[in-house]
């Protein structure tokens, strides 16, 4: 049995608390807790937790192609986030609003990061 606090609950002074038991994927999912944001969803547990994991995965892959586009190092700590009210994120930018130093501020390459995010996305729906 494992227990997980996702940091994609937009208020993370009081995040969901999942249990999961069976592997990766989890055999059984018991929520001890539901943030705010997610004690409104409609779906059952396990249906939750299913979206709760691939909105992480898609968060994770898309910071990932930020990073790529940015050509940051692999000693770069990574591209920052912050978790919106509404449950979406906001790359580039961290928890308190600082803006990342590398990120760009020519919409053009705003545009260039965001089709190389569209495109790393569109190749994880695929698999």
Same mark, same amino acid.
């Given at each position: 049995?494992?227990?997980?606090?996702?940091?994609?609950?937009?208020?993370?002074?009081?995040?969901?608390?999942?249990?999961?038991?069976? !592997? #990766?994927?989890? +055999?059984?999912?018991?929520?001890?807790?539901?943030?705010?944001?997610?004690?409104?969803?409609?779906? $059952? @547990?396990?249906?939750?937790?299913?979206?709760?994991?691939?909105?992480?995965?898609?968060?994770?892959?898309?910071? !990932? #192609?930020?990073? +790529?586009?940015?050509?940051?190092?692999?000693?770069?700590?990574?591209?920052?986030?912050?978790?919106? $009210? @509404?449950?979406?994120?906001?790359?580039?930018?961290?928890?308190?609003?600082?803006?990342?130093?590398?990120?760009?501020?020519?919409?053009?390459?705003?545009?260039?990061?965001?089709?190389?995010?569209?495109?790393?996305?569109?190749?994880?729906?695929?698999?």
């Amino acid at each position: 049995m494992s227990q997980w606090l996702p940091d994609v609950c937009p208020d993370q002074s009081a995040p969901c608390r999942i249990l999961t038991v069976g !592997g #990766a994927g989890g +055999a059984f999912v018991l929520f001890e807790g539901k943030c705010a944001f997610h004690a409104k969803s409609k779906l $059952p @547990d396990r249906d939750l937790y299913a979206a709760i994991v691939d909105f992480n995965s898609q968060r994770e892959v898309s910071r !990932g #192609a930020a990073k +790529a586009s940015l050509k940051l190092d692999k000693e770069h700590p990574g591209v920052p986030y912050r978790m919106e $009210p @509404d449950g979406s994120y906001t790359l580039g930018v961290d928890q308190k609003g600082a803006l990342m130093p590398e990120w760009p501020t020519d919409p053009k390459e705003i545009a260039k990061v965001r089709a190389d995010i569209d495109a790393a996305l569109a190749t994880k729906t695929r698999r």
